[in-house]
């Protein structure tokens, strides 16, 4: 193994810029000590919700347009700027699903893409909630609501249903507390 | 909740391209019937391998440059060009770890960034490897390989130690099978 140096920025640019992401180019030198260019994408941080109603997990099932098909996921999304974690979270849930108030306990924080991009996504658990009325964006308008048994949750997590990483994970670590 | 109708892609642009990622920008029909506009990130897929070498499973601890910090993943790393995820989830471990051969189960694909990338991660579960001498790249000349019971894996997954979300979606399904 090489001597064990950290990564040095030495110059960072701005490659390409829309509202909702920046590619960023780096001059760096790596650990072994050998020049290099890193190119990163900059976007929102994100928000997923475990929230528990009468020992179900809350689910939204929903056709993602990268992925060409239909995909189980937790409520969740981007960050407002200026927004707090917390008031995301929140918000999100009771875009996607109605449900509001209640108790919530942070589970941390986790990096979906760390290679490519610092993007966080901060995890939450929510109980005690109330039920309202749904507000979904338009690109939101085929969301659909579903309540799955926890311990059915974990299966769908096991057979591949729910294939968004950080549900997958954020939902093992609720059923392993719990 | 409006009308339910499917994405429809009217035209897609390489508005970025560079060797690591490309930015698309397409115009799209979103589900609600209004137009819009949907840009999106195009990188290689990758690999994660929960790898148990006597009941404990390996970690590579290294400096994350993008989090200005050291985190704990399980190894991996991008397929190759033509590559096939098997192979990639070989050759990265061999390479950050040394460990070869063994028996190899799939525990899937997941997405760990849906809304703003197609990027897709093979899971794989290995046993029963042979030791051998890593080779790791230049960029992983700060990579140490940790064996962590597979317990305490679960416990560094909840604590926050493993910042990566397909990682520790790995580790807790490996754990929930055994």
Redesign the interface.
């Known amino acids: 193994?090489?001597?064990?140096?950290?990564?040095v920025?030495h110059h960072s640019d701005v490659?390409?810029d829309?509202s909702?992401?920046q590619?960023q180019r780096d001059q760096?030198t790596?650990?072994?000590g050998?020049a290099?260019v890193?190119?990163?994408?900059a976007?929102a941080d994100l928000v997923r919700v475990a929230a528990i109603v009468d020992s179900h997990v809350l689910l939204v099932d929903q056709?993602?347009?990268?992925?060409s098909g239909w995909?189980l996921?937790l409520p969740g999304?981007?960050i407002d700027p200026g927004e707090d974690g917390l008031a995301a979270a929140r918000r999100e849930l009771a875009e996607e699903t109605g449900y509001q108030g209640g108790g919530w306990t942070s589970y941390?924080?986790?990096?979906?893409?760390?290679?490519?991009?610092?993007?966080t996504?901060h995890l939450w658990m929510a109980e005690n909630l109330d039920p309202g009325q749904?507000t979904?964006e338009?690109?939101?308008?085929?969301?659909h609501v579903r309540h799955l048994q926890l311990g059915k949750a974990?299966e769908a997590?096991?057979d591949?249903r729910i294939?968004?990483?950080?549900s997958?994970?954020l939902i093992?670590?609720v059923a392993?507390?719990s």
């Open positions: 193994m090489a001597e064990c140096r950290p990564w920025r490659v390409f829309t909702r992401l590619v760096v790596r650990p072994d050998t290099g890193y190119e990163w994408v976007a056709y993602h347009y990268l992925l995909m996921q999304g981007s941390g924080q986790t990096y979906p893409l760390p290679g490519l991009t610092p993007t996504v749904a979904p338009g690109s939101e308008a085929d969301l974990v997590v096991a591949g294939g968004c990483a950080v997958a994970a093992l670590a392993a507390h």
